[in-house]
């Protein structure tokens, strides 16, 4: 009975312990050499979802799973290929995508931005209600299509990747409206309605139809 319990306990430690291995990935990450080149890490659960900002090429939306061997988080892209971002105990660096990073903070984020953009950054990273509630009782109207092409495409409250600003996600092959577009630090975004819900996904996940 005793040997029971001691092989339970030791088998909730080691669950315990990839948790929290998994979970320090999580978070907003800047090059060393380069601030405004940042990762964004969320997950819910044993799921990882990955964002890049000013990487090439750019990584938006995609998902995958800790891999407790390579103490990693690995993601299949959709090329083919696999990315792997892995954790430097020693210097509590996340290497991959062809850079070094480390935790980014508050203070390094606002330095990177221009004077005028610098308080829009630090409010809370929310959606104005009020914004939202007029656009999605919106009628989607004419406009031209496109068709998404990338694999769940984030839609959201407007053309930033640095904000957790997550309207919804759009299949691949799906049709939207596109009502306008804009560039942004070098990136083209669409303004797009679907289903009712008027947001912005990356121009690299969207074609015209």
């Known amino acids: 009975m005793k040997s029971s319990y001691l092989i339970l306990a030791a088998l909730c430690f080691v669950i315990v312990s990839c948790s929290n291995d998994a979970e320090k990935f999580a978070g907003l990450w800047q090059s060393v050499k380069d601030p405004s080149k ?11 979802s990955v964002d890049t900002r ?16 390579k103490d ?11 990315i792997l971002l892995t954790y430097d105990a020693t210097a509590n660096h996340i290497i991959g995508l062809g850079g070094e990073f480390e ?11 221009p004077a005028e953009e610098t308080a829009e950054k630090t409010e809370e990273a929310t959606p104005a209600e009020n914004e939202n509630v007029a656009d999605n009782a919106t009628n989607c109207g004419k406009g031209d299509m496109l068709v998404i092409t990338g694999n769940n495409v984030r839609v ?4 930033d990747l640095t904000k957790q600003n997550i309207l919804l996600q759009v299949h691949k092959n799906y049709e939207v409206v596109q009502l306008d577009s804009k560039t942004v630090d070098g990136q083209k ?7 009712g819900n008027i947001g912005w996904v990356s121009g690299q996940y969207a074609a015209k139809k």
């Open 72 to 82: 990693g988080l690995e993601f299949a892209h959709e090329s083919g290929d696999t």
């Open 103 to 113: 935790k980014a903070t508050t203070t390094a984020v606002a330095e990177d931005l």
């Open 54 to 69: 000013n990487i090439e090429p750019e990584v938006q939306g995609l998902t995958g799973a800790y891999n407790a061997d």
């Open 189 to 195: 975004w669409y303004k797009i309605c679907y289903d």
């Open 156 to 159: 959201r409250n407007e053309p």
């Open 38 to 48: 940042q990762i964004t890490i969320t997950h819910s659960g044993k799921t990882f």
